[in-house]
């Protein structure tokens, strides 16, 4: 027999613990944190709080730090999270808790959330903790382990996992890989959210490797994500002082070390884009605090020295800012410190920079009848808008325009009478640069109002002279200006031709519809236009013979009507064979009224063949007002265009069979595709050239802008002269721009 020693009174302490109410234990761990007042009070409001469940999976110590967090929870009504080391549970690291006001969360809410952070779960306990009648606290208990085990774990880690976690859960960032940086870089959420911004402009520079290839590179070299953080901060953070920030060069150099030692190329292909971006940086918002001073900025913008980015798709701009946040991206490209150009809300989500790119360089060209040089840029809108009705997405759309703007003015520098005044808390690696003016374009034409808005509150030098156009400057749609400058190439062509349009009938077929700017004033200039075919987005427009009086008159009342579509022509008034065909339709049947007017031989298209079909007919003219490349050369490939959306019904140059193009729009055409058309017989111009009057007029408004605001500012001009003698002077604008496209196609 084996004699066993024991203390008799722990076992008897040990099963008065076991057999004291839980209740009990709670008082005794109240007391040990609290006074006896602060205590009872505690006591008495959350002794009924916890249900058996959580008593039996919980100990009264537990319960008297989860008190701390349904405190907070009831006071702010918003989430709270704790996440602490955890060794009960197989493989379990840590235990992280997330108390919710009044509702319960799903799991679908937070298990991607957890994954993308690098965490893995492995169960999850919930428990409702009610108060009292009116409060509600719900705790979700995780197991997790990280999926890398890498680093320890540190209070600060903690607190900066905490932060993540409620900062994705909330929206201010993206839900994706790149928040796994946060458990194995070791850095804050935004820290991370800065190398997700760069890799989406990585992506939109047509880098060679997937922004998911990306993330996995920087998570798999922590250290060197470290090391870029460092080296951005060295040359960015305004709070440093000038001999922190000539640690820049040394923090590059090691920077260049831990890269030189990356054995897998297309790691270091990673690393190193991420370095040249970073060099090629000269301003950036990310370190500037929002209006009330109390946090950061919740998107970011970075100015860069385009020439100075390796494989950047040429021509390279001389200047681009990217805007980044969670709701918005865009881009605004500029060939010099002077230019200008429109902003466009694109829908190419993927890449919005390639169309912006190719936009700008018929900028650059059709800025040549004026000052500054060729300037665009563009947003998309990120999030899911397929739920939104029109008034919503209009909506979102003009809050991501003014954080686009914002992004914009943001690093931009002002004029104060002589001298030029730099942005708050930005560090600028470039010099003086305070001449920004942009204008509308697709999707942003009434929008010029909200941009001289925002310039008016950010204080910026050109006031209302920043976004041509608006209510007080000129109203380009309402001139008809941009359609009217293509016109004068038109008319040139005919009278080339034999043919005065203003005078005989001839036939159009054209892209767009009359609620637009360049298609429907276009469609207005001549009252012996027959316009026989017209399609956009929605619908595909037929009217084999038309008569052109009625459906001159038609067409003035769809363009005065708000947001028309060519749904709402009246079908009393389309010839024999026509009628208004949906573009979502599967197949479309082809009347002898078309067969014979198009040279159709099909019985039937689907809506993108009549399209093609319809760009291919015998016709007088072909219009183009609408959006998108639809003509390519035989010698290009759908690639190269660079418009998908497009794709199925491209045609080629040489298979044009209209004698004239009019190009009211911009990009509808390749270039090679004009030469191959002209080879071909065909006339036509460029888009730059019939289409600058839009820009000419701008600048003309810019410019007496900047003379009449000077004297504004001097008190020899009033607000009301200033603006009735800008208007008063709307012909004598229109006539002298007229007049540069005139001179220009002769």
């Known amino acids: 027999i084996e004699q066993v020693s024991y203390d008799a009174g722990e076992i008897e302490a040990e099963m008065i613990s076991l057999i004291k109410p839980w209740e009990e234990h709670l008082w005794t761990a109240l007391t040990d944190q609290h006074s006896d007042v602060v205590a009872s009070k505690l006591h008495a409001e959350y002794v009924d709080c916890f249900s058996q469940a959580y008593k039996e999976s919980y100990a009264a110590t537990t319960a008297v730090a989860d008190i701390l967090d349904i405190e907070q929870v009831v006071a702010t009504k918003q989430l709270v999270v704790n996440l602490s080391t955890c060794h009960l549970e197989g493989q379990a690291e840590f235990s992280f808790k997330i108390f919710s006001y009044d509702e319960q969360l799903h799991l679908s809410n937070v298990d991607p959330i957890l994954e993308n952070l690098g965490l893995n779960i492995i169960s ?44 994705i859960f909330n929206g ?60 951005f901060a060295k040359l960015f953070d305004p709070c440093l002082s000038e001999s922190e920030r000539r640690k820049a060069k040394a923090a590059r150099g090691k920077l260049i070390a831990a890269i030189d030692s990356v054995t897998i190329l297309s790691e270091d292909s990673v690393l190193r884009a991420y370095l040249n971006l970073f060099d090629a940086t000269v301003r950036t918002n990310y370190f500037q605090p929002r209006a009330d001073g109390a946090l950061l900025k919740s998107y970011f913008s970075f100015k860069f020295d385009s020439t100075q980015i390796n494989g950047m798709p040429r021509p390279a701009p001389r200047y681009e800012i990217f805007i980044f946040s969670r709701q918005v991206e865009g881009v605004h490209l500029r060939g010099g410190k002077v230019a200008r150009g429109g902003l466009r809300w694109s829908d190419r989500r993927e890449d919005y920079r390639t169309e912006i790119l190719g936009l700008v360089k018929a900028q650059q060209v059709k800025n040549s009848v004026i000052v500054p040089v060729g300037a665009k840029g563009g947003f998309v809108i990120k999030q899911d808008t397929s739920s939104l009705d029109r008034n919503e997405f209009r909506e979102l759309g003009i809050a991501c325009y003014k954080i686009f703007i914002r992004g914009l003015l943001d690093i931009t520098d002002n004029r104060i009478g002589a001298t030029i005044s730099s942005p708050i808390s930005v560090v ?11 204008a509308a374009d697709k999707g942003t034409a009434t929008f010029s109002d909200i941009a001289n808005g925002l310039s008016a509150e950010y204080g910026f030098w050109l006031g209302d002279g920043f976004a041509s156009g608006g209510s007080n ?60 075919a017209a399609f956009n987005h929605l619908h595909v427009f037929i009217d084999p013979q038309p008569n052109a009086a009625r459906s001159f008159t ?50 039937s298209l689907t809506p993108d063949e009549l399209i093609s079909a319809l760009l291919v007919s015998p016709v007088d003219m072909l219009w183009n007002g609408g959006i998108g490349t639809y003509v390519k050369a035989t010698s290009e490939n759908h690639q190269e265009v660079g418009d998908k959306a497009n794709d199925s019904l491209r045609i080629n140059g040489k298979q044009l069979r ?74 004598d604008v229109s006539k002298l721009v007229l007049a540069n496209n005139y001179r220009q196609v002769q």
């Open 473 to 532: 400057g000129y109203d380009h749609k309402q001139m008809g200006i941009t359609a009217k400058g293509a016109w004068v190439s038109v008319q040139r062509h005919f009278r080339e031709l034999g043919k005065d349009i203003q005078k005989e009938d001839f036939t159009v077929v054209g892209i767009g519809d009359m609620s637009g700017d360049v298609f429907g004033n276009g469609m207005l200039l001549s009252k012996h236009i027959c316009l026989q």
């Open 658 to 731: 209209c004698k004239v193009i009019g190009e009211g729009g911009n990009l509808g055409f390749t270039q090679l595709a004009r030469i191959e058309y002209a080879m071909s017989g065909g006339v036509s111009l460029t888009d730059f050239i019939d289409n600058s009057a839009g820009v000419d007029c701008s600048d003309h408004e810019v410019n007496i802008k900047i003379l009449l605001n000077t004297l504004r500012k001097e008190k020899q001009l009033s607000e009301k002269n200033r603006s009735s003698l800008l208007h008063s002077m709307t012909e």
């Open 124 to 167: 999850e306990k919930t428990f409702k903790l009610q108060l009292n009648c009116d409060d509600r606290v719900w705790l979700h208990d995780f197991s997790v382990y990280r999926a890398k085990k890498l680093g320890q774990f540190t209070p600060s880690a903690k607190q900066v996992f905490e932060d993540a976690f409620l900062a």
């Open 172 to 231: 201010e960032i993206d839900d994706d890989s790149f928040n796994e940086l946060v458990t194995t870089a070791e850095i804050k959420w935004r820290d991370a959210a800065l190398l997700r911004a760069y890799a989406s402009y990585l992506k939109q520079i047509q880098f060679g490797y997937s922004v998911a290839h990306i993330a996995e590179t920087l998570s798999n070299n922590r250290a060197i994500c470290r090391l870029l953080i460092v080296y």
């Open 554 to 603: 038609e067409r003035s009342r769809l363009f005065k009507k708000q947001g028309s579509s060519w749904d709402d022509y009246n079908a009393t008034l389309i010839s024999k064979g026509g009628g208004v065909f949906s573009r979502q339709s599967k197949s479309i049947a082809i009347t002898a009224q078309m067969k014979s007017c198009f040279d159709i031989q099909a019985d």
């Open 428 to 438: 600028k690696r470039d010099g003086d640069d305070p001449y920004l003016v942009v």
